[in-house]
């Protein structure tokens, strides 16, 4: 699955002109892989031993070239650091309130909520953003 997911990807790259680079590739890769919604920190530290002349700003300018085509969703949430999120399909995100931990969660758009917003205030909606917290599985059996 994943791989014809960075397939499909690598593809999109190239007809958008850009050169893919050992590195490039390598951070497409642990994007797709990753489910944890990394942030540029966390693709730095899983992939310097593999390529340790790649540094924290070249995982940022990979990921602004993947977000500018539309590969990747950046979420930022308040903190410092933007979580980087592969699944660029609509969908919304839970969030564990000890760890941090984003994981996707699917539920039909709320198209409706941005139709009524419209009605209600005469705005014109670009686009609505839902976030669920609680605590996860794993911090709940910690407790």
């Known amino acids: 699955m994943s791989e014809m997911k960075l397939q499909e990807a690598v593809d999109r790259l190239k007809e958008s002109g850009v050169r893919i680079t050992p590195q490039r590739h390598a951070v497409l890769e642990y994007l797709i892989n990753a489910e944890i919604h990394p942030t540029a920190d966390d693709i730095y530290k899983a992939l310097e031993g593999k390529f340790p002349n790649m540094s924290v700003a070249t995982v940022y300018n990979n990921l602004r070239v993947f977000r500018e085509i539309g590969l990747v969703q950046e979420l930022t949430y308040g ?3 933007s979580r980087f999120d592969y699944n660029t399909a609509k969908h919304y995100h839970i969030i564990c309130e000890t760890c941090g931990k984003i994981m996707d969660f699917h539920y039909p758009t709320l198209d409706e909520v941005e139709s009524l917003a419209e009605q209600v205030t005469g705005f ?13 599985p794993d911090c709940k059996t910690k407790h």
């Open 79 to 81: 903190d410092a650091s």
């Open 124 to 136: 014109d909606v670009s686009h609505h953003r839902m976030e669920i917290y609680g605590t996860c």
